[in-house]
């Protein structure tokens, strides 16, 4: 039986095989980025990389064939995102419309309910609504300018009726305050018809409908992971118009004018079934 320390230093020069062919991977990954950026051709196939997972592990002792599959599925990841990365640099095409200056806002529309936590705002300059759909259809007349309301009793619920309206008429949060009331914390959150970012914006929101697959979600995860973002709030209900979907909702330390967060942005929305933004705005940690 050999000594573990011996075990170890063959361990080492493995892993420093497996170095040198990854920097020759990724190198290969470069020239495919190149290939697809000028033919405008998608990064992710998943039929193309299941059947190369299938065709590499053919042959594989059952006893680590899982494991070995697992390993090819997060390279291909880890190509992927640096594919995306270096799309980016070569074409601009991450397609999201924002603006860079702090909305003028004259008029709120909020639920009746919520009025209380306008504090510093003249009632006079408040439309109160019995509903979500007739405050966004306020906004969207140009009755009201933005709209302020409860988007999460932190640690309780959230709202469906806010999520909703941001996601079915393009709303987009552009501030976020905690507020305390009694023994809760609220998020209380501005949205307006723009998307708004701004240098000193720490989170970013968005809304996705994974594949119906089996792993979808936990790539997408260890995908938010491989780009260092942390995840400070994520929801999810049922996906009505789908086939056993979920629609998750997400908050996120992220800022579109950083160049990995701009390339994560790019990445869910070519490797989700949908996607939209729901938000930009500064969040206390």
């Known amino acids: 039986m050999m000594e573990l320390s011996d075990i170890r230093k063959e361990i080492d020069a493995v892993d420093a095989e497996i170095k040198e062919l990854f920097q020759k991977r990724m190198q290969l990954a470069d020239e495919v980025a190149k290939v697809k950026a000028e033919t405008n051709d998608a990064i992710y196939k998943p039929d193309r990389e299941m059947a190369i997972i299938d065709n590499q592990s053919a042959g594989l002792d059952k006893s680590i064939k899982q494991e070995y599959k697992a390993l090819i599925k997060r390279v291909?990841?880890?190509?992927?995102?640096?594919?995306y990365g270096r799309t980016l640099e070569l074409?601009?095409?991450?397609?999201?419309?924002?603006?860079?200056?702090?909305?003028?806002?004259?008029?709120?529309?909020?639920?009746?309910?919520?009025v209380y936590l306008a504090e510093g705002v003249s009632r006079d300059k408040i439309?109160?609504?019995?509903?979500?759909?007739?405050?966004?259809?306020?906004?969207?007349?140009?009755?009201?300018?933005?709209?302020?309301?409860?988007?999460e009793n932190?640690?309780?619920?959230?709202?469906?009726?806010?999520?909703?309206?941001?996601?079915?008429?393009?709303?987009?949060?552009?501030?976020?305050?905690?507020?305390?009331?009694?023994?809760?914390?609220?998020?209380v959150v501005t949205y307006t018809p723009n998307l708004i970012v701004l240098p000193?914006?720490?989170?970013?929101?968005v809304m996705f409908i994974c594949k119906n697959s089996s792993g979808s979600l936990a790539s997408i995860l260890s995908m938010i992971s491989d780009y260092d973002v942390n995840l400070t709030e994520i929801h999810s209900k049922p996906y009505i118009d789908g086939d056993w979907n979920y629609v998750f909702s997400i908050e996120m330390?992220?800022?579109?004018?950083?160049?990995?967060?701009r390339t994560l942005i790019y990445q869910l929305m070519n490797e989700t079934d949908e996607?939209?933004?729901l938000g930009s705005y500064y969040c206390e940690d």
């Open 91 to 114: 074409r601009d095409c991450l397609e999201v419309d924002y603006k860079t200056t702090e909305p003028a806002i004259n008029k709120v529309a909020m639920l009746k309910g919520e």
């Open 127 to 151: 439309n109160a609504y019995n509903t979500h759909d007739e405050l966004a259809a306020s906004i969207i007349k140009g009755e009201s300018d933005a709209g302020l309301g409860i988007m």
């Open 253 to 261: 330390t992220a800022s579109l004018l950083v160049k990995e967060d």
């Open 154 to 187: 932190i640690g309780v619920d959230v709202s469906d009726g806010l999520h909703k309206i941001l996601i079915n008429n393009n709303l987009y949060i552009n501030k976020c305050d905690i507020i305390k009331d009694d023994n809760n914390r609220l998020k």
């Open 76 to 83: 291909m990841e880890i190509s992927r995102k640096y594919q």
């Open 200 to 205: 000193e914006h720490n989170r970013l929101k």
């Open 275 to 277: 996607f939209k933004i």
